[in-house]
């Protein structure tokens, strides 16, 4: 399974950017969990949000309200709409399919394909 992330880029704080992540290879319903993750310089990779095969969705609190994950299995695609964009959301967002349990959904090791990630800038 191959994993392309895009939509990042540069945004004043407030602003709104899409991400996508497509999958080649094999398709999302394959995998029980897709789910989002970042990265800030000299900061361990974070859980954003994940969405399960069912379509429940999971986030972590500092995007709540905020962020909304999605999927197109038609597409194969998956999305992160991100709104309010705050300095802090600054990092490298990185898209990951995994059959992690909702129990486990933001333990990164538990992803086992990732995407090459996409920088996503907060201006203040």
């Known amino acids: 399974v191959q994993l392309q992330a895009s939509g990042g880029g540069l945004v004043q704080a407030g602003g709104s950017l899409r991400l996508s992540c497509v999958a080649s290879?094999?398709?999302?319903?394959?995998?029980?969990?897709l789910g989002w993750f970042r990265q800030a310089p000299g900061k361990e990779r974070e859980f954003v949000a994940a969405?399960?095969?069912?379509?429940?969705?999971y986030y972590t609190d500092s995007v709540k309200g905020r962020f909304t994950i999605s999927r197109d299995s038609a597409k194969n695609t998956m999305y992160l709409q991100m709104s309010s964009l705050k300095p802090e959301d600054t990092a490298v967002y990185y898209c990951?399919?995994?059959?992690?349990?909702?129990?486990?959904?933001?333990?990164?090791?538990?992803?086992?394909?990732w995407g090459q990630g996409t920088q996503v800038t907060v201006s203040s």
């Open positions: 969405i399960s095969r069912s379509g429940d969705t």
């Open positions: 290879g094999r398709t999302f319903s394959s995998y029980y969990m």
């Open positions: 990951a399919l995994g059959p992690a349990s909702p129990a486990v959904v933001a333990t990164a090791v538990l992803y086992g394909y």
